[in-house]
């Protein structure tokens, strides 16, 4: 029997090498996520498991499917939390080297109801964490890691017997198979594939081969110490390098893909980076003809072009805002029945027949080239330079501790609403709509918006802004006011992003 998680051990001594250290934080809004050794252990993990099995048990399901990304950790993660699923009575199918969609398609595989992915996804080394479902394609939301936070910490978990393990061979290449499936090009085209050498090397460049695409492979040969860059293609350093690619292969658009393959970013043939919400919108104008009169569900960090797009209003498209995070887009995609859900971020969800209804990047893929092969004479900056102009800056985080963040991000929603109360104006225009749905998404009178919000997986604050005018104004939206009204917050951190 494990002893109840703790959450004050320290690392290297010997408290710590006999008890499972968990503290609380890491259990997000919908996965979990902590600092390896000084945030959770190896019997930490275990005691995860076990508290993961219990709640399976509860829900009427014991079989699930485990999988880890490539880390130099992540597969003594795994077992350590396979053993705690085994002691919980679990029924493990083991697939081995993973993205989180490999896992998520090895739930339809192998008819599995569950998955626990062991990633980290793109955050720094010395993280790692748990991505969990149990009613495919959803995964886990607040309430369910609500409850097994309850199991975990309360040392709640129930040993039963009957557990076993079985590794299953051939998944991953069934699930290449799958996402190549979606797009045989017709047009040639030279993609630049980008994985920061994180696990989505082993599978992009073979996937986007068999799509048709002559592939430029960049950093695709997997190194967990991340040499060149972190696996992310929301971050500019990624974005810039497939940019250089672009240029000196003469591609015709980079796809790159964060650390466990969930997500995809994307670079024109220009060398240029479009935000995913952009490639969504472009996404979204190409499927409207298609499927009229569809639903397409967005996050509020996201363009608010799609609200006022005329290509989606001729067809009768209706775009919903949501929360932001892969969990919340999934499940709203998947309940209001939605032909696709784009989240800034740069995951994609495609319901039947274009997905299953999880974010996969070699899906998003897929649907990227696809648009190009119905579009023969376009460019991916012709289809950029198509769209109305908005100027959307990057996503920022500013450090805000986890214990806190929360908090701090309700007095600035507060602050927000006191000032359209009044009829305030920022920079100028008044306020026509704070939305709260997820932090603070506040409207101006001519389009424009700025964001604030806190992380869901980090211990951060996310910051966006957009304006309908220029490139300047949107800079201006950001340090003469999301800047300097978060300044007022000594517990918020200083910017490491320049816009």
Request: glycine residues 10%; charged residues 20%.
């Amino acid at each position: 029997m494990l002893a109840i998680p703790r959450a004050d051990l320290r690392p290297n001594t010997a408290a710590y090498e006999n008890a499972p250290l968990v503290k609380a934080t890491g259990f997000r809004e919908y996965d979990a996520r902590w600092l390896l050794g000084s945030e959770i252990n190896l019997l930490g993990l275990q005691a995860l498991g076990l508290g993961l099995g219990t709640y399976l048990h509860e829900l009427g399901k014991r079989r699930i499917v485990v999988g880890h990304d490539f880390r130099s950790y992540s597969l003594s993660v795994k077992q350590a939390l396979t053993l705690g699923l085994l002691t919980a009575g679990c029924e493990v199918l083991d697939i081995g080297l993973a993205l989180s969609p490999t896992a998520y398609f090895a739930q339809f595989d192998l008819e599995a109801p569950c998955v626990a992915m062991v990633t980290a996804s793109h955050n720094e080394n010395g993280w790692t964490g748990v991505k969990m479902g149990a009613a495919p394609p959803l995964t886990f939301g607040p309430d369910e890691i609500g409850r097994l936070r309850d199991i975990v910490l309360g040392g709640a978990g129930i040993e039963r017997s009957g557990g076993t393990l079985t590794h299953v061979l051939g998944v991953a290449e069934r699930y290449i198979a799958d996402a190549a499936a979606r797009c045989a090009l017709k047009r040639p085209l030279k993609v630049v594939c980008a994985c920061g050498n994180g696990t989505a090397g082993a599978f992009a460049p073979e996937a986007l081969r068999r799509m048709g695409a002559e592939v430029i492979a960049m950093d695709c040969d997997l190194d967990w110490t991340f040499p060149r860059y972190n696996p992310n293609p929301e971050d500019t350093e990624m974005l810039h390098m497939m940019g250089q690619a672009v240029r000196e292969h003469g591609a015709d658009l980079a796809l790159g893909f964060d650390g466990d393959g969930d997500r995809c970013g994307v670079v024109d043939d220009e060398g240029e980076e479009i935000f995913a919400d952009k490639i969504g919108l472009m996404l979204a104008r190409d499927l409207a003809p298609l499927y009229p009169n569809a639903t397409f569900v967005v996050d509020v960090k996201s363009t608010g072009l799609y609200a006022t797009d005329p290509v989606l209003a001729a067809h009768g498209a209706t775009t919903v805002y949501w929360k932001t995070g892969h969990s919340y887009i999934k499940r709203k995609t998947s309940e209001l029945g939605a032909l696709a859900g784009f989240e800034k971020s740069g995951h994609f969800f495609f319901n039947g027949p274009l997905g299953r209804g999880y974010d996969c990047g070699l899906t998003a893929a897929a649907a990227v080239l696809a648009m190009l092969d119905r579009n023969p004479d376009q460019r991916m900056s012709d289809l950029k330079r198509a769209l109305p102009v908005a100027y959307t800056s990057l996503t920022m985080s500013p450090h805000c501790a986890d214990e806190i963040k929360y908090d701090v991000a309700a007095e600035i929603v507060q602050a927000y609403q006191e000032l359209a109360a009044a009829g305030g104006s920022i920079l100028g225009r008044k306020i026509t709509e704070v939305i709260t749905v997820n932090g603070v998404r506040v409207a101006l009178d001519d389009g424009s918006w700025i964001l604030v919000r806190p992380s869901s997986n980090k211990p951060e604050l996310v910051v966006v802004v957009e304006s309908t005018r220029s490139a300047d104004d949107m800079r201006a939206l950001f340090h003469r006011e999301v800047k300097e009204r978060l300044a007022g917050w000594p517990a918020i951190g200083a910017y490491n992003q320049e816009i």
